[in-house]
């Protein structure tokens, strides 16, 4: 019997047969109360639909790379880095991540969900160095923001 082609939501943001993931393996990059669940892995597609969720006060990893991203945000509010500019997002905004650029998401009060599209074939994040930090760090505003290990606040 060929599968079929829905799976329905079974909960707020959780889906019939998709597996609730840890968003990174642990200790392989610095984040806080982030879940990952692939919706969409098709090969000849040749990308990934993911959905985040981020708990209030976590974070994603601070990184670049050069694949995209592509994120919608489907519940929740926070805020991200994105190169040398913060933005408060909110569900439904659409956020860009073009290459070799910094990103953060962060969760405010609430859990931030957002469905963000990849290349199915990607680079490895990069994550920044003691002198790019300190650039990124020259910022007050981005000093501020910036999470680079699993700390909370
Ligand atoms: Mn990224």
Redesign the pocket.
């Known amino acids: 019997m060929a599968d079929s082609p829905l799976r329905r939501r079974t909960a707020p943001a959780r889906w019939e047969g998709v597996t609730l993931a840890p968003y990174k393996d642990a200790g392989s990059a610095p984040f806080r109360d982030i879940t990952r669940q692939l919706l969409f892995d098709e090969a000849d597609l040749g990308c990934e639909l993911r959905y985040f969720e981020i708990a209030p006060g976590g974070h994603?990893?601070l990184?670049?790379?050069q694949?995209r991203?592509a994120v919608l945000v489907l519940r929740g509010r926070g805020r991200c880095l994105v190169g040398d500019r913060i933005h408060e997002i909110a569900e439904h905004d659409l956020v860009s991540?073009d290459p070799q650029t910094w990103?953060q998401f962060r969760a405010d009060d609430q859990p931030l969900g957002f469905l963000?599209l990849?290349n199915r074939e990607r680079d490895r994040?990069h994550l920044p160095d003691e002198a790019e930090l300190a650039a990124l760090r020259a910022d007050p505003a981005i000093a501020a923001f910036i999470r680079t290990a699993g700390e909370t606040g």
Do not use: F, G, K, N
């Open positions: 994603s990893t990184e670049r790379h694949h991203h991540i990103h963000c990849v994040p």
